[in-house]
Each structure stands twice: as structure tokens, then as C-alpha cells.
């Protein structure tokens, strides 16, 4: 069978025009059939002659993506107009899908194919296609405009503190996940409690606004690099660059990760190793160069890594589940193993916190969260911030292998439904 992965992005363009003409004369086929055309299942039946196609050629697409194909023509395209666009968007996306890193890449590029051969068709209401098109393709929840959810950069560098301003004076430390949310927060307040502060995050855009920030706001420079924790080489550069420029490394603060919400059954192999990678591998990797540093010199350290409340699980967000609660208890494990070592490890467990990571889930049920606590709102990132300050100073000296939940109450009462209640679990009234 032709591998399309060792291609040529040219022989790709030009296979698919090969294949595209060929799927045009079997949709020409389908559409031409009595009745089919008039029912919308032209690009049901275009689509399985397309496939047969694609086999003679020994090109494969994954049975999961033409399930999804196969469905998009009774879901959205009962206009038969459609049908033929959807054929040629997915043959030229499943030629590109091997230079296409992401599912994300891919969600974009086949919206700009079905967007392309939708005006070539001269047919109105493409764009709303597109979209409905890509939910479907990715089995992902249709998102809301982005929110600004949270405290401003003015807010996280005035608000008052719990502690005074020279805590972490002469103190270094490092906060993966620093260029958004929790970790730009904890940034903040680390920096205006005297300690030089280092960041990471995968994009070098939003280091940059957060070391920009805390210079502009708050008068210190901050050390920043772009990077990925799934990476262990990249992970060792870092410490590596950390411990060669301020010669010692004091506190770890693990906030990088991230999820999406989807019912577990649908997970993909793809989406389920891409969280556990970051929130539990790349965690660990953290974990593991800095306490060796911190052994080779013969210093102590303290690690704070955010979690998340998992003690009643996790309902659309299982994955991430699975991976804090593996940190959770690798933290409480290390803790022993590493205390003659002078190492502190310890967690904390946010709730429902106001940050713009909120814009991953729908509108509706992001609003919701206010009802996932007894106190009946959102928490801040100061709150968090705080937090980990109050396990990573002295303040913490004896704690370690502990778990500090900050969640307005929701372990006790309340619940969670990132992707909107199931209607099975709706009550009357709610």
C-alpha cells in the first residue's frame, strides 16, 4: 500500500487532484441516482464510492474519520449542494493529514477546504457548514466567543497580599505554565514577593505579554522559555539554563497542563495521550530534573504542583482525572523518598477558578461552574497564587506530601459538568 506519509507536499497536491477528479465522477454517479440527490444522500453514497476509490489507489483513511465523514452528510448536509464540497474538502485533507501535526491543524485546514470548494460551487451558507462540519470531525463541543474571565495584568500586580513584600527575597523559582492563568498569577505574586522568577509555557507570545507585565507593573525582570514539558530533553536544557544563570533553583511551581471536555467512550488515543503526556509525564519530568539538581547540590527545594479535585471523580475530563490523580500520589510517594534530601513535595487542588481557560468549554457550562461550590461563585488565581506561596515559603516548612484544596467548598457539595449536564442527570428546576 503507498505510504501518503513519506509524500511530497507537491505529490500530495497533485495526488489530489487525482483523486478529487475521480471522487467528482463517483459523486456525479451517486448524485445521479433517483431520488438520492432530492433525500440529501448523494454525499452518503458519493462518499462510499469515494472510499472504494481511495482503496484502488492505496490511499487509507482511518476508519474512525470516515464513521465521521459518513455522518456528516445525514447530520448537516440534507442540501445534496453540499455533499460534493464535504467530498473534495475531506479527500484533500486526508492527503495533507500527515504534515498536519495536530487535530487542530487539521480542523483548520479542512475548514478552509470545504470553505475553497464551497465558493467554487457558488453555494451560500458554507461558512455555517464548516463549522458544523468540524464539530462533527472532531466530536468536540461547539465553543462561545472567547471571555475575559479573571483578574487583569493591572489587578494581579496591585492586589493586596496576605504577605509581606520580601518573603521570597533572594529566592529562585521556576513555574511551568507561566504565560496564562493559574501560572501567570503565581508569577506575578512570586515576583512581588522578591524572588527571581523563571516561566515556561509551549508559547513564546504569551511569556512574553507575562514578563513584559511584571516588568511594566510590578519593576522586575522575569527569565522566560518557550518549550514543551512532554519533551525530557527539553526539560533538562531548561534546569540546565536555570541552574548555570542564577546557581540555584529554590522553589518548582508544576501549573502547565490542560484538557478538553468529551465523554470518556469518545476519547481518542491521540486526545487521551496528549493530557496524560503533558499533565502527568511532563509533570513528572519537572519533578525528576529538579530534585536531581537539588541533590547534586546539596540543596533543599520545595515542589507545588497543581492538581486538580479529584476525590469524586471528574465527569467529562476524565482524562485529566486519571493524570492528577497520578500526581497526586507520585507527589505523596517522592515526598518520602526524597525527605533526606531536604525536598518538599506537595499539591494543590484548585476548584472552579475564574481564568480564560474557562473558554475551552461551552458558554453555558462555564457560566455554570458558579453552582460547583456551596459558595455558589468562582474562585481567583490569587487565591490559588496565594496558595502556593503559603506550601512553598516557610509558612509551609513542615508540610509536605499534603494535598491543599482551594474550592469553595465543591469536595463536599456541588458538582461539575464541563460539556453541559447530560440530560440524564438534569433536574426539574435546573
Not at 118 to 138: D, F, H, K, P
Not at 216 to 225: D, L
Not at 338 to 358: D, F, K, M, Q
Not at 403 to 424: C, F, H, K, M, S
Request: glycine letters at 10%; one cysteine or more; hydrophobic letters at 45%.
Amino acid at each position: 500500500m503507498r505510504s501518503v506519509a513519506r509524500s511530497s507536499p507537491r505529490a500530495i497536491a497533485g495526488g489530489a487532484t487525482g483523486v478529487v477528479r475521480r471522487a467528482r465522477f463517483a459523486a456525479g454517479r451517486a448524485g445521479a441516482r433517483p431520488g438520492l440527490a432530492e433525500r440529501g444522500a448523494g454525499g452518503l453514497a458519493a462518499a462510499w464510492l469515494a472510499r472504494a476509490r481511495f482503496a484502488a489507489l492505496g490511499l487509507a483513511l482511518p476508519r474512525r474519520d470516515w464513521v465521521e465523514v459518513l455522518r456528516a452528510p445525514r447530520a448537516v448536509l440534507f442540501d445534496a449542494a453540499m455533499s460534493q464540497p464535504l467530498l473534495d474538502a475531506v479527500v484533500a485533507s486526508t492527503l495533507a493529514r500527515p504534515y498536519l501535526k495536530t487535530n487542530s491543524q487539521y480542523c483548520f485546514f479542512l475548514r478552509w477546504a470545504l470553505l475553497y470548494y464551497a465558493s467554487l460551487t457558488r453555494t451560500t451558507g458554507g461558512a455555517g457548514v464548516c463549522t458544523r462540519i468540524e464539530n462533527i470531525m472532531t466530536n468536540r463541543v461547539p465553543l462561545d466567543p472567547p471571555k475575559q474571565w479573571g483578574l487583569t495584568e493591572t489587578e494581579l500586580a496591585t492586589r493586596p497580599l496576605a504577605y509581606r513584600d520580601d518573603l521570597l527575597s533572594g529566592q529562585v523559582c521556576l513555574v511551568s505554565g507561566g504565560g496564562s492563568g493559574i501560572g501567570r498569577a503565581t508569577a506575578y505574586v512570586l515576583a512581588r514577593l522578591g524572588a527571581e522568577v523563571v516561566v515556561c509555557s509551549r508559547s513564546a507570545e504569551k511569556l512574553a505579554a507575562t514578563a513584559a507585565g511584571i516588568e511594566r507593573h510590578v519593576g522586575r525582570r522575569v527569565m522566560t522559555r518557550a518549550m514543551t514539558i512532554r519533551d525530557p530533553e527539553q526539560v533538562e536544557r531548561l534546569f540546565a539554563d536555570v541552574w548555570e544563570r542564577y546557581g540555584r533553583l529554590d522553589v518548582l511551581v508544576n501549573s502547565a497542563g490542560g484538557q478538553f471536555p468529551q465523554a470518556a467512550i469518545d476519547f481518542s488515543v491521540k486526545g487521551w495521550n496528549a493530557v496524560i503526556d503533558t499533565n502527568l509525564n511532563g509533570t513528572w519530568y519537572m519533578m525528576q530534573h529538579a530534585a536531581r539538581h537539588w541533590r547534586e547540590h546539596a540543596r533543599p527545594g520545595a515542589i507545588v504542583n497543581i492538581v486538580a479535585v479529584v476525590n469524586r471523580g471528574m465527569p467529562q475530563v476524565a482524562h485529566t482525572a486519571a493524570a492528577r490523580a497520578g500526581v497526586i500520589y507520585l507527589s505523596k510517594s517522592v515526598a518520602v523518598e526524597w525527605a533526606p534530601l531536604n525536598i518538599r513535595v506537595n499539591c494543590l487542588a484548585p476548584g472552579s477558578i475564574g481564568t480564560e481557560g474557562l473558554n475551552v468549554y461551552p458558554r453555558e457550562a462555564a457560566e455554570a461552574f458558579v453552582f460547583s461550590n456551596p459558595m455558589k461563585r468562582l474562585g481567583d488565581v490569587l487565591d490559588i497564587a496565594e496558595g502556593v506561596v503559603y506550601l512553598a515559603s516557610p509558612t509551609g516548612k513542615f508540610i509536605t506530601g499534603e494535598v491543599l484544596t482551594v474550592d469553595g467548598g465543591r469536595q463536599n457539595w456541588g458538582e461539575d459538568w464541563p460539556a453541559g449536564i447530560p440530560e440524564y442527570f438534569r433536574v426539574t428546576g435546573r
